[in-house]
Nanobody
């Protein structure tokens, strides 16, 4: 019922930029957080950035000052602007939304399938 689709990944040289998009379809009654995660080969999935429902944003120390998370409510789309990319940013990036499908329902994590970001010269 709820679908998240990432796009915008690709191959970029160190120091370059990419803008990831996450388009949402379906209806979520309420949302707690929206965010971006990433997972590199052999490593655990980690939180990159998120937006709390009340407005504050959070960034992992490794990306702070380089990445920016944002939303376009009119298009129901979330973005991750990535600047000054480093080889260690190479990973599959996943869009995530935590929310409820109906009043009084359970809180679920909804995930996209991921988009590959490769930073290499």
């Amino acid at each position: 019922q709820v679908q998240l689709v990432e796009s915008g990944g690709g191959l970029v040289q160190p120091g370059g930029s990419l803008r990831l998009s996450c388009a949402a379809s379906g209806t979520i009654f309420s949302i707690s957080t929206r965010g971006w995660y990433r997972q590199a080969p052999g490593k655990q999935r980690e939180l990159v950035a998120n937006i709390i429902s009340s407005g504050p944003t959070y960034y992992a120390d490794s990306v702070k000052g380089r990445f920016t998370i944002s939303r376009d409510n009119a298009n129901n789309t979330m973005y991750l602007q990535m600047n000054s990319l480093k080889p260690e940013d190479t990973a599959v990036y996943y869009c995530n939304t935590m929310g409820k499908l109906r009043p009084g329902g359970f809180e679920f994590n909804y995930w996209g399938r991921g988009t590959q970001v490769t930073v290499s010269s």
